[in-house]
């Protein structure tokens, strides 16, 4: 079961952020915290996000960059550090 659980992960289309993070699947859980479940997996109420959904016309942070997690993180100049 982990072996063909293994092989899906590895030759899967979806989840490739995650995959980057953690290529190995495993019955263990982690110890991540629901904000870096959201910001790795860049799955929560981003611009970028909520476009790919269709459930906002625009992907634009209001700065002017794409509204990703990473964007928020590193360039926006309207986040607080």
Same mark, same amino acid.
């Given at each position: 079961?982990? /072996?063909?659980?293994?092989?899906?992960?590895?030759? +899967?289309?979806?989840?490739?952020?995650?995959?980057?993070?953690?290529? &190995?699947? #495993?019955?263990?859980?982690?110890?991540?915290?629901? /904000?870096?479940?959201?910001?790795?997996?860049?799955? +929560?109420?981003?611009?970028?996000?909520?476009?790919?959904?269709?459930? &906002?016309? #625009?992907?634009?942070?209001?700065?002017?960059?794409?509204?990703?997690?990473?964007?928020?993180?590193?360039?926006?100049?309207?986040?607080?550090?």
């Amino acid at each position: 079961m982990l /072996e063909e659980w293994q092989t899906s992960w590895k030759n +899967g289309d979806t989840g490739r952020k995650i995959y980057n993070i953690m290529p &190995s699947v #495993s019955l263990r859980p982690t110890n991540w915290i629901r /904000e870096d479940v959201i910001f790795f997996s860049q799955h +929560g109420p981003f611009p970028a996000y909520l476009k790919g959904l269709h459930l &906002s016309d #625009s992907d634009f942070c209001s700065c002017g960059g794409i509204g990703t997690t990473l964007h928020y993180a590193t360039e926006c100049i309207y986040t607080v550090s």
